[in-house]
């Protein structure tokens, strides 16, 4: 794995614990209690619950411990020492800029399959569509929202109900490729899967996979690899005495579809699956 050759290669060990983003803040807290007793130096951290977890993090760094974040940013933002993150609004701006050049002047029927409160992540990404949409989430054409913990099942789930509630959905924004996968899965179910545009975000080898056989029709690449590896880099620099890089870094992002539209920038999904992460 390369963070694992990065570490080997920095002369470092690495301890992992599994976190998720269903809001499973005390997963994470147990995990940053027993790295603190183990003697850590540094620590990367995805936020389950980015409010909720800003005591234990500050405990950390009190006890001169190192803290990153990692794609999803704290609240407030500056609970870490640093931020390691794709532009989430931006992700979201370019799958919405995308949807709105593809429909023109057709009338949309969104449904917006969402991550889970409390996590920013979630809230940018969606913000973002809207915004590069050109509406507000009380806007008429938003007739559906659903949470889905960025989970497949969770999401086909949500796909059900939006269809029960609302049959005319034409277009389906999804936090992430595994809710756009269970979004697909339901409108394939009820016969729509080819008349409904799905636009995610994530960039995984998977989804990217998705958008070269259709299931979805334009995601967001984000980079979590380089991430993982500025973060470590980082924190192997501060602890060794050279200067520490503090704030946000934007790691970057790139719009991925099979259906470029005039005037939005956009990459193929082949270019896409030499960027990809994952399996």
Do not use: H
Not at 199 to 207: L, M, N, Q, R
């Amino acid at each position: 794995m390369y963070i694992l050759d990065l570490a080997e290669e920095l002369g470092v060990e690495l301890l992992f614990a599994a976190g998720s983003f269903d809001g499973d803040n005390e997963a994470q807290v147990t995990a940053i209690e027993n790295m603190l007793a183990a003697g850590v130096q540094g620590i990367l951290i995805v936020p389950s619950d980015t409010t909720a977890i800003v005591p234990v993090i500050q405990r950390a760094r009190d006890a001169g411990v190192i803290v990153i974040a990692l794609d999803t940013p704290t609240n407030p933002e500056d609970a870490t020492d640093a931020l390691y993150a794709t532009d989430n609004f931006k992700a979201g701006q370019l799958i919405g800029r995308w949807a709105r050049a593809k429909f023109g002047d057709q009338p949309a029927t969104i449904a917006l399959l969402n991550l889970n409160p409390g996590v920013t992540v979630g809230d940018l990404r969606r913000d973002g569509f809207l915004d590069g949409f050109g509406i507000t989430l009380d806007d008429p054409q938003v007739v559906c929202q659903q949470d889905t913990q960025g989970d497949q099942a969770r999401g086909q789930i949500a796909m059900e109900n939006c269809l029960a509630a609302n049959p005319n959905i034409n277009l389906v924004y999804t936090i992430n490729e595994p809710a756009a996968f269970g979004a697909y899965r339901a409108l394939e179910a009820a016969g729509r899967a080819d008349d409904v545009v799905i636009v995610s975000i994530d960039g995984g080898c998977a989804g990217v996979a998705a958008v070269a056989d259709g299931r979805i029709d334009a995601t967001s690449q984000q980079y979590p690899l380089l991430m993982a590896s500025l973060g470590v880099e980082n924190i192997v620099a501060a602890v060794r005495g050279a200067p520490f890089a503090r704030g946000y870094t934007d790691t970057g992002v790139a719009l991925i579809t099979a259906d470029p539209q005039p005037g939005i920038e956009s990459i193929s999904s082949a270019e896409g699956l030499e960027l990809c992460w994952g399996e």
